[in-house]
């Protein structure tokens, strides 16, 4: 089992940058996947960035290309989500989230563990 808790939301202005982390313990956090996902009020929720184990491979939502950086830090047992040029609509809780065995990076289902989530509110 693995235990994962995400800091660094909060609240920012349309254009502004914020940079989330994923604190992860418990199980070797180097030898599996990451991802993170986010779900707005009323909304289901959705992928945002996943990274591979070893970091060398990445995946984003269409939403999020080229604003978003998803990385890893395996010494740390951490994973970041740089977000930038932030718009109202990404406002909402992002969580991260392990997956243990292959198949898609951008299916909730195939993730194994989330965190609590953490808020990211972007103002207009």
């Known amino acids: 089992q693995v235990q994962l808790v995400e800091s660094g939301g909060g609240l920012v202005q349309a254009g502004g940058s914020l940079r989330l982390s994923c604190a992860a313990s418990?199980?070797?956090?180097?030898?599996?996947?990451m991802g993170w996902f986010r779900q707005a009020p009323g909304k289901e929720r959705e992928f945002v960035a996943g990274i591979s184990w070893s970091g060398g491979n990445t995946y984003y939502a269409e939403s999020v290309k080229g604003r978003f950086t998803i990385s890893r830090d395996n010494a740390k047992n951490t994973v970041y989500l740089q977000m930038n040029s932030l718009k109202p609509e990404d406002t909402a809780v992002y969580y991260c989230?392990?997956?243990?065995?292959?198949?898609?990076?951008?299916?909730?289902?195939?993730?194994?563990?989330w965190g609590q989530g953490t808020q990211v509110t972007v103002s207009s």
């Open positions: 989230a392990v997956k243990y065995y292959s198949g898609s990076y951008y299916s909730r289902s195939q993730y194994d563990y």
């Open positions: 418990g199980r070797t956090f180097s030898s599996y996947a």
